[in-house]
C-alpha cells in the first residue's frame, strides 16, 4: 500500500466519487473537496503530497486555487483536471505551475501514469529541499559570512542576544537573510537543545494563520476530525521564528500579544489555555513603526517585539562580502553536488562586485548554485551566473542612476502584472499605496496605459 496522501478538488460529485475510487484502489490516501473553502480545510488540517484540482470550479477558477495552494505549498505537485481542455488553459496552467493537465474523458492508465510521475517529482524535490536544509542547519554565528563594518556589528548583536531569552525583532529587505540570523541566536542559546520552528506569516492567508500557530481541537470547526498542534506548542522549549509579522491581521495581533504577555494560548476551539516557554523571534521587511502610525499594526505589540532591533543591511551596501559568500556558497554546493569548481574567474567577481543584488543574498546563492550546476570547466564564468548577457560594452552607471533605472523598470512591470491596479500593485510590492503613487508621480508613468493589455506608453525622462 502506498503513503502518499492526495487531496481531489471538483464540484461535480460524480467525477469525484469516480477519481477517488480509483486511487482509494491504487492504494493511495484520499480526501476530497468540493470546492475552495473545503480545500482549504483540508490543506490546513493534513499535509499531502499531491492535490488534483478541476478547472473551472462553481466558485472560483481553479488556476486561482492551484495558485493559492502553490504559495503556501509550494513543493507539492498540482494536476489541473478539466473538461474544457485547450492549448491556451493548458498553456496557462503549465506557466502558472501546474505539474501537468489532463482533460476528461480520460482513462485509467493516463491517470496513474501523470500522478505516479508527479509524486515522483515530490520526492525529488523533498530530498533537495533536505540537502538545503542540511546546508541551512551549518549557518550558525560562525557560518554567518561577513567581514564588512556592518555585518561585523551584526554578529556582535547576535553573540550578546544569544545569551538571554529576550524577544528579538530583525529587520531588513527580502533575501538578507533574516531567518539565517534568527537560527544563529537560537543555535547559540541556551535553546539550542529545543526546537528551532519557523514561519513565514505574509505567506498564510488570513483565515488560516490563527489555525497555523494555535492549532485546533478535534471538533473546532467542520472535519477537524483530529486534533492539530500549532506552531506555538511545537516550539515549546526551543524558538519560534515568525516571518513577515507585520501582515498579521488586527485580531491576530491581540493573540500574539497575549502569548508574549502571558506565555500561554488557547487552541480553536479550545477552553482550557495551554502554557508554553517560547522565545519568539519576529522579522519584518516593512517599517512596522510607519505601520503603527498608520493603524494597521498594534503599537503594544510592537513593543513587545522590538525589545532587541537588529537591522540587516542589503547585499548592495556590503558589496566586500561578496567574494566570500560566493566562495563559501560554491564550495557547499560543489561538495553537495559533487563537482570539481575551483575559483570564479575575475570577470566573474568583477562581474558580481557590479551587480545590484535586489534579491540580496538569497539571489546570489541561487546565482551561485545555477552557475556550479551550469558550469563546464573547473572555473565559474560570467556566463555561469547571469547567462549570455555581456554587459562589458555597457556603461557603469553611478548609485543614483542605477538605481533610478531599477525603480522604474520595478514599477512598470509590477503596472504589467496588475493591470495598472494600483491595489493590488502595493500588495504585491508590500509597500503603501502611496509609495506606489510617489513612484508613479517621480517618473511620470500613467497606470492607465497599463489597464487591458495595453502597451506601456513611456513618458518620463530615462536617466542615460
Known sequence: MSDEKILIIDDDINHLEVIRMRLKAWGYSVSVARDSHEARIALSATSFNLAIIDLRLSEEDGIELMGETLRRYPNMPVIILTAHGSIES?????????????????NNEDLSVHIKNALEKQILVRELEHL??????????????????KMQRVMGQISLIAKTDCTVSIYGESGT???????????????????FVATNCGAIPEGLLE????????????????????????????????DEIGNTPPALQMKLLR?????????????????????????SNVDIKKAVTNGTFREDLFYRIHVVPIYLPPLRERKDDIPLLATYFMREFCGALKKDIQEFTPAAIQRMMRYNWPGNVRELQNKIEHAVVMATKNVITPEDLFGDTDISNHPFHSYKDAKERFEREYLENLLKISNGNISYASKMAKRYRADIYKLIKKYRINPDNYKNGQAPMITGKIVA
Not at 537573510?177 to 526546537?195: D, F, M, T, V
Open 259 to 283: 502569548v508574549l504577555q502571558e506565555r500561554e494560548f488557547k487552541p480553536i476551539g479550545g477552553t482550557k489555555s495551554i502554557k508554553v516557554n517560547v522565545r519568539v523571534v519576529a522579522a
Open 90 to 106: 493548458a498553456v496557462d496552467a503549465m506557466k502558472k505551475g501546474a505539474y501537468s493537465y489532463i482533460t476528461k474523458p480520460f
Open 211 to 242: 489555525n497555523e500557530l494555535f492549532g485546533h481541537i478535534r471538533g473546532a470547526y467542520t472535519d477537524a476530525h483530529e486534533s492539530k498542534e500549532g506552531l506555538f506548542a511545537q516550539a515549546d522549549g526551543g524558538t519560534l521564528f515568525l
Open 132 to 149: 538545503r536544509s542540511q546546508l541551512r542547519e551549518q549557518h550558525n554565528v560562525n557560518h554567518i559570512i561577513g567581514n564588512s563594518q
Open 177 to 195: 537573510g533574516k531567518e539565517l540570523i534568527a537560527r544563529a541566536i537560537h543555535h547559540n542559546s541556551n535553546r539550542s537543545k529545543g526546537p
